[in-house]
């Protein structure tokens, strides 16, 4: 199984309700994209985070499934429309266990 997981950390201009459209489309996937296997779009609690203030976590098969769904025209979209505009600054992180 591989773990995908992303923190993002959004530009001071991004309203409450970009943020929230970016967390549904990212959730959204789930029913979308056969290689997901689970994904989960959270807000961090903490104060620990470093302002990364969203965490997207995934499951997938097979590294092969991730680099599917990472080109996937579904995932391609929601980058493209609700991360980057608002995106200022990503970490992610992928393991296989």
Avoid: C, W
């Avoid at 779009?41 to 965490?55: C, D, H, L, Q, Y």
């Amino acid at each position: 199984m591989i773990n995908h997981t992303v923190l993002f950390k959004f530009k001071e201009e991004a309203t409450q309700e970009q943020i929230q459209a970016m967390v549904d489309a990212l959730q959204a996937l789930g029913g979308k994209i056969d290689e997901i296997k689970e994904i989960q779009v959270k807000e961090n609690f903490s104060e620990r985070a470093k302002g990364f203030t969203i965490m997207l976590y995934s499951l997938f098969e097979s590294k092969e499934a991730l680099e599917a769904y990472q080109v996937h025209p579904a995932h391609v979209v929601v980058v493209t429309d609700h991360v980057k505009p608002i995106l200022g600054d990503i970490m992610a992180i992928d393991i296989e266990f």
